[in-house]
């Protein structure tokens, strides 16, 4: 049995759903059950392919979920699965009480299926609020790199302050940890779709 926990408003946690129950990534099956089309702008079509499941949220299968290639401007009607098709998919999102799933080969694959996996045993063994060390690997626009002596890097995110246990980076990027310097970081939460740990810098 899965205890799922509700915020006081009664909506979910999505970040603690894809953390811990319904994990990105990972495998899902259901059938079609629907579909919802869309008339995007400049006449584009789109479609949400309602599936079912035995999960506990309503599961849907986007159009664009189903390509590697997805043009935006290109709508094919043929790749629509037809009502009653079994699907094999993957965990993509969760949204509002929405799992949004995802059918495109590369999702789907073994490998990449591993590579998730793989990624949620090794963050069972950190806590948020954790002091680590890692070496600067590159700082980008974004932020900077951190190499975690692990498959997974780290990343103090300068667009994630509002939940930064650490020092936020200085709004001028000369004054940020040097390429290849040791730093002190503080575990703040985990970047589930990009397989990366988010950081906050300390100084301490």
Known sequence: ????????????????????????????????????????VDGFHSCQIEIETDLAF???????????????PVFR?????????RLDMVVANYVNGTLYLSAKPSDVSAERIAQFKSFYRYIEGLKVGNVITGRVK?????????DLQSPYPGLIDIGHTDFNLGKKL??????????????????????????QVGLGWSTD
Request: glycine residues 6%.
């Open 77 to 85: 009607q043929e790749l629509i699965p037809t009502l009653g098709t």
């Open 138 to 146: 590159k700082a980008m626009p974004c932020g900077i790199f951190v």
């Open 58 to 72: 309503k599961a849907i299968l986007p159009y664009q979920n189903l390509l590697d290639d997805y043009d935006y």
């Open 170 to 195: 200085p709004y001028d990027n000369s004054k940020w940890p040097q390429e290849d310097e040791l730093i002190t970081c503080i575990i703040t939460y985990f970047r589930l779709h990009n397989m």
């Open 1 to 40: 049995m899965i205890l799922i926990t509700i915020r006081k408003s009664g909506t979910m946690n999505e970040y603690e759903v894809l953390r811990t129950i319904y994990k990105v990534g990972h495998p899902i099956s259901g059938i079609v059950s629907g579909y919802k089309w869309h008339e995007l």
